[in-house]
């Protein structure tokens, strides 16, 4: 930190008159005047490094120690994420199907979609999907091949994370915010998971560290580096890319180094090359004719900007979201959870993210006012406003919106939340000879133990003796802290080191339940059974069921819901999706089994409407996949469908893209999924659908699905009855093929003949 009053903690060397306590320097030109860029001095007439020597040497100007700490820093993130990574199969099978496809066909590569036929995509841009589908093509469809780029992505946030810390800060304030971030349960989750949600907390990284390199000389390509990224992050999931760009945009126009000309003309160029990275793609779907390319999920106008601005955008902040499966947190309450200030903090969120939560506010707060004397453009300060800003921004978007939230959204907290801590620690630690820095690092860690024993708590069973450790030892570290200036040098790091290990043992104790165990499905939640929530309880694997009884993510959720008395079990493994028991009246958990990932009913009294035949009620039987989750596949039914696959475009149709995307992946042939995701996008109509058939494109239909007459926010009547239509004509004039507890139709073979 550079103030006009004082650049100790910037030179490395303790307040208290010693530098063997210091974080270290952040670079050979640490004493510069504020707001200069942190660049190192030129060392003429020295020989060239051999590569392998600068690479684990790292700076010269850097003790021994940091280079190597860096490096295990990451390969240690790597192997926790990489640990048994193949149990969670396929993960979420909406995606790998898409993965799958685009590893057959570049045109479903490009557009993201659900098939390699190009019947319709999924509801976002494809970005997320790429290295993905690259990754399948070189290496083969399987799991690994799937959520190894996803880990990749986790160890580059860290790593992006150090740098953008350790350039204006210390080795340390990178290494403890990088610790912090792969220690944080939904990060361990995410980046262990086929989401878009991985590819945008890099991105969104990236974009700061860019935003921050820009804030040091005011030079324009950093600027429009950051541009790109959020280009991109845009292409993995729209407007939640742009959630961090207010608070961004504000701290270059009042903090940058140029005049303020200049500051504008380049948030004006940035801008441009936002529009260019992301509108690029968005510009080819609009102009390519409809008939040529994939219908596009998640709209009901076969529009990308509709899907943009209407369900993956406006609709997720009121709740107004045509073709959802429900929306609407009004009056505080809702399908997805309560909204309000503590969002972040209750039940449903709070195991999640919230561990270093109030640490990080208290940290923030902190830097803020330790360089409020500092001049315009110093640098720490603009430090904190650009990661601080985007943690309260995305915070408070998160904790009011009303639309579709999920607890693994926050995995776009973790960055900010890991920034503010080490920078925040490491400034107050070079300024902790005043009594009211040491008092409030002590007060940041005893609020991490305090939060950390309520957030244990809530989970009594699990590791009962881990909250009194992190209470007591919390409390002990604080007050070591408040007399480390003090203390020698044992005692200072033996405070250091409790309070660090009090502050993230349990998050640690949350991350390794999650790499314990698989997660499949498309609503996941991390740690323990219990963990979270969302109107049931949580489950290894899986994620909260919705309010009033909707089905979960890869865990069953059906405790103390209205007509629901399911259990919590484990995800299903690779290839084989799980699926769900059989309803009772009133709800959707039933008789669970080993596996099961999603509550179906057959024949259920106030179930969910199904798309299958008349008569057939919920959400289909035996093997038929549900909304959130896919179906086991048979041999037997894999054989069926793969039988003279070859002759026709799709092997089978299915409503939902859940239960399409089970077949698909379990015999690597094109299934058309009815309806999209929800099976009420109106996709294809059944005029489309009729010749199709007639055109001998489509061999069979597969009974049941996903929600087919719909019930989501908002949902249209032509929308509702698109897929049931498809399914009334079909069981009313095709021959009916049950194999196991699967049921199918011969499009190929009407009952008239």
């Known amino acids: 930190m550079t103030t006009q009053s004082d650049t100790s903690h910037q030179g490395g060397a303790s307040p208290s008159g010693g530098a063997e306590l210091s974080w270290g320097p952040p670079s050979s030109t640490a004493l510069q005047e504020p707001g200069a860029p942190p660049t190192a001095a030129p060392r003429s007439g020295e020989p060239k490094q051999p ?47 898409a993965v799958q496809a685009g590893s057959q066909s570049w045109k479903a590569l490009f557009f993201g979609s659900l098939d390699s036929a190009n019947a319709i995509t999924v509801d976002k841009p494809p970005a997320s999907l790429w290295p993905m589908a690259l990754s399948v093509r070189i290496f083969g469809l399987n799991s690994w091949a799937i959520l190894v780029p996803e880990v990749l992505m986790g160890v580059a946030t860290v790593g992006v994370l150090y740098g953008a810390l350790r350039r204006r800060f210390s080795p340390a304030a990178g290494l403890i ?101 992301g509108g690029w793609w968005v510009a080819v779907v609009e102009l390519w004719p409809a008939s040529s390319r994939p219908y596009i999920g998640g709209s009901q106008n076969n529009s990308f900007l509709e899907l943009t601005f209407g369900y993956n955008g406006l609709g997720r902040i009121n709740g107004d979201e045509t073709g959802s499966v429900g929306g609407g947190g009004g009056g505080g309450t809702g399908q997805w959870g309560e909204t309000g200030w503590n969002r972040m903090f209750n039940s449903e969120i709070g195991s999640q993210i919230s561990w270093l939560l109030p640490a990080a506010l208290i940290l923030f707060v902190a830097g803020i006012v330790l360089t409020r004397k500092a001049k315009r453009t110093d640098l720490t300060r603009s430090s904190f406003l650009a990661w601080g800003g985007a943690l309260l921004m995305t915070a408070i978007i998160f904790s009011y919106m009303a639309g579709i939230f999920h607890q693994y959204y926050t995995v776009a907290l973790a960055p900010y939340i890991a920034a503010v801590v080490g920078m925040g620690a490491t400034v107050l630690w070079e300024e902790r000879s005043k009594i009211w820095a040491s008092l409030t690092l002590a007060g940041a860690v005893t609020a991490s133990a305090a939060w950390g024993y309520v957030l244990l708590n809530r989970t009594p069973t699990y590791l009962p003796w881990l909250k009194w450790l992190v209470l007591i030892g919390g409390l002990a570290g604080a007050l070591g802290l408040i007399f480390t200036a003090r203390l020698g040098r044992q005692l200072a790091l033996a405070a250091v080191g409790l309070s660090f290990v009090a502050s993230v043992a349990g998050p640690t104790a949350y991350t390794l339940s999650t790499v314990n165990t ?131 475009t799709w092997a089978a149709a299915a409503i939902g893209s859940q239960n399409s995307a089970s077949y698909q992946l379990a015999t690597g042939k094109p299934v058309m999924a009815i309806g999209g995701f929800n099976g009420t996008d109106p996709s294809p ?57 699967a049921t199918f139709y011969d499009l190929t073979q009407p009952t008239s003949s």
């Open 177 to 277: 915010a990088g610790a912090v971030l792969a220690l944080t349960p939904v990060a361990a989750l995410m980046f262990r998971f086929n989401n878009p949600d991985a590819m945008l907390a890099l991105l969104m990284t990236v974009t700061i560290y860019c935003v921050v390199r820009a804030l040091e000389d005011g030079r324009t390509k950093w600027l429009v580096r950051a541009g790109v990224a959020v280009g991109f992050a845009f292409l993995a999931k729209t407007l939640q890319a742009f959630l961090i760009l207010p608070p961004l945009a504000v701290v270059y126009a009042v903090c940058a180094p140029v005049q303020l000309r200049k500051r504008f003309a380049q948030l004006g160029l940035s801008a441009v090359a936002m529009v260019v990275a």
């Open 518 to 648: 698989g997660h499949t499905g498309s609503i996941v939640t991390a740690g323990p059974a219990g963990a979270s929530m969302m109107g049931g309880r949580g489950g290894p694997g899986g994620g909260g069921g919705m309010r009033g009884g909707f089905p979960g993510g890869g865990n069953t959720r059906g405790q103390n819901q209205p007509g629901g008395n399911g259990t919590t079990q484990q995800g299903g493994g690779m290839g084989q999706p799980p699926t769900g028991g059989t309803g009772g009246t009133g709800g959707f958990p039933g008789q669970n089994q080993q596996g099961n990932g999603n509550a179906q009913g057959q024949n259920q009294q106030g179930g969910m409407p199904g798309g299958g035949a008349t008569g057939e009620g919920g959400m289909g039987g035996g093997g038929v996949g549900g909304l959130l989750n896919g179906a086991t596949v048979s041999s037997a039914a894999k054989k069926l469908l793969e039988t003279n696959a070859g002759d026709y």
């Open 51 to 97: 590569f392998f020597h600068r690479v684990w040497r790292g700076r010269p100007e850097d003790p021994r120690w940091v280079r190597p700490a860096f490096l295990a820093l990451l390969v240690a993130t790597g192997l926790l994420y990489l640990y048994n990574l193949s149990a969670s199969g396929y993960a979420n099978s909406f995606y790998s199907a």
């Open 685 to 741: 109509t059944l005029a489309q659908f009729k010749k199709y058939v007639t055109d001998g494109k489509i061999h069979y239909f597969i009974s049941g699905g996903s929600m087919g007459g719909g019930m989501g926010g908002g949902n249209s009547s032509s929308t509702t009855s698109t897929s049931s239509q498809i399914s009334s004509w079909v069981t009313a004039n095709f021959r009916k093929v049950t194999v196991g507890s």
